[in-house]
DNA sequence: AGGTTATATAACTTAATAGTTATATACAGG
DNA sequence: CCTGTATATAACTATTAAGTTATATAACCT
């Protein structure tokens, strides 16, 4: 998958919150798709659909257990889109803030002398 | 809009590539629409909807000048996600790392020996 | 007032998503 | 081999999303 496509498919897959909720119990480490599904008051094919979407976006990796299929974390497309958001950190972050201040004080002061 | 409800939209905001063009191109400074649609093979009114979308996850701004409505960037909604993810970070960073390699290290040692 | 420019909205089409129930597959264990 | 358990798939429905064209609104300019 090219990384635009990974972006879109990564975004996509954590726009809906059954499926960040699974992600946050896989933090804890691995889990089957029964017991990932108890907490939700949700079919098990829903899950099994949510967990399918997880995995095409890379997020999530399966392995095998007898007839289990248990679903493990896989943090390399949550880097990704850390990275992603990066190019954008310097817009909250403190030393834009000091701009951001700077230019709202001069806009402020314009406004004063405007109104003399 | 309570806070989980945000992270859906502006997750699903940031699933469309033309809109993290548009905001990539509004990381630069403000732009109108006419302006922000010209790179894109797309009508205006696409580019319309894509800034609704925008601007209803909080992603965007809009101002008044004369006939134009110049878009502008927020970092709000950016500086939530890159926090949500934040609680991820610990398994891409080089503490974990040195954990997983450990673990890694140890299937192998494993594995090597039952096939001895 | 009338024409031009910028943007938004309406109505529509197509495709994708999230869920359902019912069924199929695969393995485990007596 | 038979049964139960875990998971996946199929077929379906309802909702949402992304695009289109045509039209409406709003402000500028002469």
């Given at each position: 998958m090219k990384p635009a496509n990974r972006l879109n498919a990564t975004f996509a897959a954590l726009a809906d919150p059954t499926r960040r909720a699974i992600l946050a119990r896989l933090a804890l480490g691995e889990v089957s798709v029964m017991e990932l599904a108890r907490?939700?008051?949700?079919s098990q094919p829903a899950i099994s659909k949510h967990l399918k979407v997880l995995e095409r976006a890379g997020l999530i990796s399966r392995g095998r257990d007898a007839q289990r299929r248990p679903c493990r974390f896989e943090p390399r497309r949550l880097k990704e889109i850390a990275e992603w958001i990066g190019t954008y950190r310097h817009f909250w972050e403190e030393s834009f803030n000091r701009l951001d201040q700077y230019l709202e004080e001069l806009k402020t002061k314009e406004k004063t002398r405007d109104a003399k």
């Open positions: 907490p939700f008051a949700m």
